[in-house]
């Protein structure tokens, strides 16, 4: 399911954070990982990251909200980042119908 969850205590670990799925992510207690690896939904920075290289994956927003100084930041095609406040994420769109018809029985 898609949702939103925010961290608020101190979280770390060898490597890097993986942010994976639709849903949104908000980290605003201190981060022990070095690097972030965005690769879909929405990830809300609100405390800094370590020094690594950071990838932001096409379909992914990071909204960086505090001083970061990172050793590089690679933006894939398609990928957002804020610095700042990101609008509210958009609901995602309902299905389209089928374009089939249906042709009744002989």
Not at 34 to 59: F, H, P, Q, W, Y
Request: aromatic residues 0%; hydrophobic residues 40%; glycine residues 14%.
């Amino acid at each position: 399911s898609v949702g939103t969850v925010t961290l608020s205590q101190a979280i770390g670990g060898v490597g890097a954070l993986t942010k994976n799925g639709p849903g949104a992510l908000t980290l605003s207690g201190v981060q022990g990982y070095d690097t972030l690896n965005a690769e879909a939904g929405r990830t809300n920075l609100n405390n800094t990251l370590g020094t690594g290289a950071s990838v932001i994956n096409a379909g992914a927003e990071v909204n960086i909200s505090v001083s970061e100084t990172l050793a590089a930041l690679h933006i894939g095609d398609g990928a957002v980042v804020a610095l700042g406040e990101l609008p509210p994420a958009a609901a995602p769109a309902p299905p389209r119908p089928s374009n089939r018809s249906r042709c009744p029985p002989r």
